[in-house]
């Protein structure tokens, strides 16, 4: 039987009923049993006594070489990328145009297909409808008065210049061509909300009355959704095309409660694996139900190679006063409230805390008192965390 015996110079092994041998065995007895699962390795850790004071661990170069612990020196740190956060294509609200029409009817004819381009002005849809040939009844019928007292008006006044008629007439007439006034803008706000663009609601206006009401674009755009069908029967306020102005888009992207406040405003955003910038504008007073924020940014590069609606990750930067030194996630511990790296020491090694800047599926990008020509364990990490807890305090991860 193997028995590890702790004197106050070395570690021997005592073999029952042999004597002592040196503490060379002792080191090729540890590299055997460390072939056999981290478990046997912390318990040889804690028989061997590895000396621990606050964050230092004692270790020998022996000792290292039988757990496995492998070293990677710092290099130089680099400005961290940001942490990636999903993120979701949207467009700002006065970039996107829903277009309706206001009267019951039935679609005619879809002037424009889906994803087309089209400009400002531009026929879209044509409506049969009913209750368009009474709107443009009324909007004559209208125009016709004010037309007539407006005439009125000026005859009146006139007649009243020339002391013929008294005031009152004057003042009766003005009344007269206010009301028809107010009846023909009425008239042509009705026509307006039904559709009607102004060119068409000048026509009708000047007596030109139109069989169809025809929906014409208010800006350049893309269509982005057609929502009718030919023949389709609609009623006021239905939807029948979705456009939008695709050459400024947002980012709406979801940040973890506990990072809300913590991207930097001067920083510039990156969508992973496009070439896309974004400027952050602002973030949202309010949690949604999974406990995250939505930060908005304003694409600056790249809009034209995203689509609306499309789900991202973005890179956002966070607030840092320093560099950041990117290790592989074996390489940083989490215990409570503390994130730990393991330096190298002439002794052993020192565990260092470090605040996480940016992580990836491999990596973690961290900031904290390292510096260039640091050995950091990226290998053998969880016998060093048991044994920098101590017996009590070891855990798997």
Known sequence: MVVFARTSSDVRVVLSGRRPVAAESSHRSLRLLATFGIGLVVGVLMSVGIARAADEIAMTGAQIGAIGIELRKLDAPARASGVAYSAR?????????????????????????????????????????????????????????????????????????????????????????????????????????????????????????????????????????????????????????????????????????????????????????????????????????????????????????LRPGEFLQAQVPLKTSGDAWTLPNAGVIHQDDRTVVFVRTPTGFEARTVKVIAESAQDVSVAGPLKAGDAIAIKGTIALKAAWLGESGAEDE
């Open 89 to 305: 294509a949207t467009l700002p609200r006065d970039k996107e145009q829903l277009v309706s029409a206001a009267v019951t009817g039935m679609v005619d004819q879809i002037l424009v297909e889906d994803h087309a381009e089209v400009s400002e002005g531009q026929p879209l849809i044509r409506i049969n409808s009913p209750e368009f040939g009474d709107l443009q009844l009324k909007l004559l019928e209208a125009a016709n008065q004010a037309r007539v007292a407006s005439s009125t008006l000026a005859r009146e006044k006139g007649l009243f210049t020339e002391g013929i008629i008294p005031q009152r007439r004057v003042i009766e007439a003005e009344a007269a061509a206010s009301t028809a006034r107010a009846t023909e803008q009425h008239a042509r706000a009705a026509l307006r909300l039904a559709g009607a663009d102004e060119a068409t609601i000048r026509k009708i206006s000047a007596g030109q009355i139109q069989d169809r009401l025809e929906i014409r674009a208010l800006r350049a755009a893309t269509v982005l959704a057609i929502e009718v069908k030919l023949g389709q029967r609609i009623t006021d306020a239905d939807p029948l095309l979705r456009l939008g102005e695709l050459g400024t888009l947002w980012l709406d992207i979801d940040i973890p409660a506990a990072q809300a406040d913590a991207w930097d405003p001067d920083g510039e955003i990156v969508v992973v694996g496009r070439d896309v910038r974004a400027k952050p504008l602002s973030v949202s007073a309010q949690l949604s139900g999974n406990q995250t924020a939505t930060l908005r940014a304003n694409v600056t590069r790249g809009a034209e190679l």
